[in-house]
T-cell receptor, first 112, second 114 residues
Framework: NAGVTQTPKFQVLKTGQSMTLQCAQDMNHEYMSWYRQDPGMGLRLIHYSVGAGITDQGEVPNGYNVSRSTTEDFPLRLLSAAPSQTSVYFC???????????FGEGSRLTVL | GNSVTQMEGPVTLSEEAFLTINCTYTATGYPSLFWYVQYPGEGLQLLLKATKADDKGSNKGFEATYRKETTSFHLEKGSVQVSDSAVYFCALRIPGGGADGLTFGKGTHLIIQP
């Protein structure tokens, strides 16, 4: 009954460091996406994927990279962390064209 | 562009009070509308949805009706409980949109006091 699993749950980075947020789903969903949640801003789409090998940019893609080599996994990479990337990150998966997203529990990232 | 506007709160109510959280939208085409709920320390989960005008979504005592004439999708519950304390997000999706991502409102923080 795992659903969408994100790791790590908490991370502290220094400016300029790189890291990868992991996301895995076991529901065989084609669609996966990454959002960031900031106070007063709601959720904003970073990147999304409509299937293995296919990714595209969302509303706020700068500073982030993604890849989708398998249906199950959709990692989010921060190449050179900046304080503006301090946020809570959510991964989600969905069946195509339904809008019914299944979210992970979130990863809280602090960049000093 | 597409957008969702909702009251941000916090909204504080006493247990058993009537709840309304307003949501209005701007969209091209005919969107599907959603309410998601986020309990403390958790990810969002779908609460209810409606896919066409005059549809009513309902779940766990919550209801919302898709009103095309007023471009609204207000969330209501007749008698709230302490366990309803959470952040509620209104969202829309345009059929045929390139991304399956939704456009979310900023969220309404609801606090229910015993």
């Amino acid at each position: 009954n795992a659903g969408v699993t994100q790791t790590p749950k908490f991370q502290v980075l220094k400016t300029g460091q790189s890291m990868t947020l992991q996301c895995a789903q076991d529901m065989n969903h084609e669609y996966m996406s990454w959002y960031r949640q900031d106070p007063g801003m709601g959720l904003r789409l970073i990147h999304y994927s409509v299937g293995a090998g296919i990714t595209d940019q969302g509303e706020v893609p700068n500073g982030y990279n993604v890849s989708r080599s398998t249906t199950e996994d959709f990692p989010l990479r921060l190449l050179s962390a900046a304080p503006s990337q301090t946020s809570v990150y959510f991964c989600a998966s969905s069946r195509p064209l339904t809008g019914e997203l299944f979210f992970g529990e979130g990863s809280r990232l602090t960049v000093l | 562009g597409n957008s969702v506007t909702q009251m941000e709160g916090p909204v504080t109510l006493s247990e058993e009070a009537f709840l309304t959280i307003n949501c209005t939208y701007t969209a091209t085409g005919y969107p599907s509308l959603f309410w998601y709920v986020q309990y403390p320390g958790e990810g969002l989960q779908l609460l209810l949805k409606a896919t066409k005008a005059d549809d009513k979504g309902s779940n766990k005592g919550f209801e919302a009706t898709y009103r095309k004439e007023t471009t609204s999708f207000h969330l209501e519950k007749g008698s709230v409980q302490v366990s309803d304390s959470a952040v509620y997000f209104c969202a829309l999706r345009i059929p045929g949109g390139g991304a399956d991502g939704l456009t979310f409102g900023k969220g309404t923080h609801l606090i229910i006091q015993p």
